[in-house]
């Protein structure tokens, strides 16, 4: 029974087209692309990319009857800091709505998702997505609670220290914080900080995550996945369509699955998400800064060998197939690029990790 179990559950999650074409080797099968948003204007506002994974959430907790959505918010103590949560309504998951730069381990949740009464939805990265396909492989009973597993694009997780020196270049001690945004509240959405003694600070989206992008880990400028491959949806902006003229915000629907399928079509009939159907063509542009990030990493791992730096295994992901893609002077660059990072920060010397 349990081999027939896992059988039935990887059948569940690789179906997809019988074909690969190329857009599929760059970002993933999927069954259906749609560009979408909330239909609900507050969730569309006040959540990022559009809201169109909040509104699907909202509409698992409404409609589906699942149990409560296991995702990440801030800390109402250290507002700079992420905490796993578990939303059961509309007002909960709309006060939590927002991109969180910053590190979150909403797998740390999981127990709940396993031992509750009903269905649960999960909104995690696509590493969390990853973690979540194998951990449900050996746990029937939180394989049985997962009743979506939701997940956005993903460009790499800043460090804490990332956002504690974008607050001191604001003049802002992290002690004296008592609210703040990455983004949303518009499309995209600024970096908005309240503190005690003062009016509000912000900075354009463009100016945080410019400085933020520079405290991302080694492993994240090495992940092949940023658009989600194993959730049973993934979101992501739709960049393309973006224009400096007050837009609340699109994104792109890539649907994994057939369980993803369902519920996006249900949801789309209730009126809870619009959307129109794209296509793969829509995707490499409106994401064409990580999808190009990512045609390197087969370099980078490159560099990283040749010096004899350990590097993870990374399989499946075409990698080898999107490197050939690029021009000859940035393949260069990348190899190069990686081998002088790596001789300058000392990656090249064994370290201890604890």
Not at 33 to 56: F, M, N, T
Not at 198 to 216: D, I, N, V
Not at 218 to 235: E, N, Q, Y
Request: net charge positive.
């Amino acid at each position: 029974p349990e081999l027939q179990r896992r059988a039935e559950l990887m059948i569940r999650f690789v179906q997809r087209r019988p074909a690969l074409n190329e857009a599929d080797h760059e970002f993933g099968a999927a069954l259906e692309i749609w560009e979408g948003c909330a239909a609900d204007a507050d969730l569309r506002y006040h959540a990022s990319s559009g809201g169109a994974l909040s509104a699907l959430a909202l509409y698992c907790l409404e409609r589906e009857g699942m149990s409560f959505v296991l995702h990440t918010a801030k800390d109402d103590e250290k507002p700079w800091l992420n905490r796993t949560v578990q939303s059961r309504s509309r007002a909960e998951l709309l006060a939590r709505t927002g991109s969180r730069y910053a590190p979150a381990s909403p797998c740390d949740g999981l127990h709940a998702i396993e031992q509750s009464e009903g269905p649960c939805v999960f909104i995690g990265k696509p590493c969390d997505t990853a973690a979540v396909w194998k951990m449900r492989r050996l746990r029937p009973s939180l394989d049985q609670n997962l009743g979506l597993v939701l997940t956005f694009f993903c460009a790499g997780t800043p460090s804490t220290r990332g956002t504690l020196d974008l607050l001191k270049s604001m003049n802002i001690q992290a002690s004296e914080v008592r609210a703040l945004r990455y983004r949303g509240e518009g499309w995209p959405g600024r970096f908005t900080v309240l503190a005690d003694g003062g009016p509000g600070k912000s900075l354009s989206y463009a100016e945080s995550w410019g400085a933020l992008t520079h405290y991302r880990p080694m492993r994240c400028h090495l992940c092949p996945d940023g658009l989600g491959r194993v959730a049973d949806i993934s979101c992501g902006d739709a960049w393309d369509k973006f224009e400096e003229n007050g837009d609340a915000g699109r994104s792109l629907i890539l649907v994994r699955t057939a369980r993803g399928q369902e519920i996006l079509g249900r949801a789309i009939e209730a009126g809870y998400v619009a959307a129109r159907p794209t296509d793969a063509a829509q995707v490499l542009e409106a994401q064409r800064n990580l999808l190009a990030r990512r045609r390197e990493i087969f370099g980078r791992l490159a560099g990283m060998k040749l010096l004899g730096i350990p590097t993870p295994r990374l399989a499946g992901f075409s990698l080898l197939r999107s490197w050939l893609r690029l021009p000859f002077l940035t393949k260069a660059r990348t190899v190069g690029g990686t081998i002088a990072r790596m001789l300058q920060r000392g990656r090249w010397r064994r370290q201890p990790v604890f």
